[in-house]
């Protein structure tokens, strides 16, 4: 079956930065984009953005670009999310999705990054 | 602040049935039949429920059903169960700004 195992929590001070990692198994790996979404405390989800594991070409949201990386290792059937120059209000559950066409079907379990002094 | 506005809680008896709003604008749920639908219990992977506005993912109960009307999105949950107690999250494709997809607030549906 179709799962989505994300890397465990992570500690990190202001000004550095994350490497969340999310492995795909039980589908070919290069059919499907993978989405990452945050969720800060108390708040929504938010989309980050998007990599195609076939040809690497990846879309962001406006608020991370400059500083957010999505790099994929097709041998592995691994995703990272990088998130460089971190802030408090970075401090949130990152989750890998698996895009399916126009809906996401498949959630990692989620990663909780916290950024602290 | 999310871009799709969900209500906070609501809440049924079992047996009974509850609908969850989700409102959003001309630019993301009332341009496109592209609204998905997830339970979330604590320490779980979210699950898709609906996609597309209406359709079930196979294996999901008929009781869960989804509807749009202009720029607000629902779903319904007939025949309340406990199991059904959950937060809930509404997403939609969109193009505003250089997003993809934006997603509700949640709402957190209490099984009384």
């Known amino acids: 079956q179709v799962q989505l195992v994300q890397s465990g929590a992570e500690v990190k001070k202001p000004g550095a930065s994350m490497k969340v990692s999310c492995k795909a198994s039980g589908y070919i790996f290069t059919d499907f984009y993978i989405h990452w979404v945050r969720q800060a405390r108390g708040q929504g989800l938010e989309w980050v953005g998007r990599i195609n594991p076939n040809s690497g070409d990846t879309k962001f949201a406006q608020k991370f670009q400059g500083r957010v990386t999505m790099t994929r290792d097709t041998s592995i059937s691994i995703v990272y999310l990088e998130l460089s120059r971190l802030q408090f209000d970075d401090t949130a559950l990152y989750y890998c999705?698996?895009?399916?066409?126009?809906?996401?079907?498949?959630w990692g379990q989620g990663t909780l990054v916290t950024v602290s002094s | 602040q999310s871009a799709l506005t969900q209500p906070a809680s609501v809440s049924g008896s079992p047996g009974q049935s509850i609908t969850i709003s989700c409102t959003g604008t001309n630019s993301d749920v009332g341009a496109y039949n592209y609204v998905s639908w997830f339970q979330h219990h604590p320490g779980k992977a979210p699950k898709l429920m609906i996609y597309d506005v209406i359709n079930r993912p196979s294996g999901v109960s008929n009781r869960f059903s989804g509807s749009k009307s202009g720029n607000t999105a629902s779903l319904t949950i007939s025949g309340l169960q406990a199991e059904d107690e959950a937060d809930y999250y509404c997403?939609?494709?969109?193009?505003?700004?250089?997003?993809?997809?934006?997603f509700g607030g949640g709402t957190k549906l209490t099984v009384l």
């Open positions: 997403s939609s494709y969109t193009t505003i700004n250089t997003l993809d997809w934006v």
């Open positions: 999705l698996r895009g399916a066409g126009t809906t996401f079907d498949s």
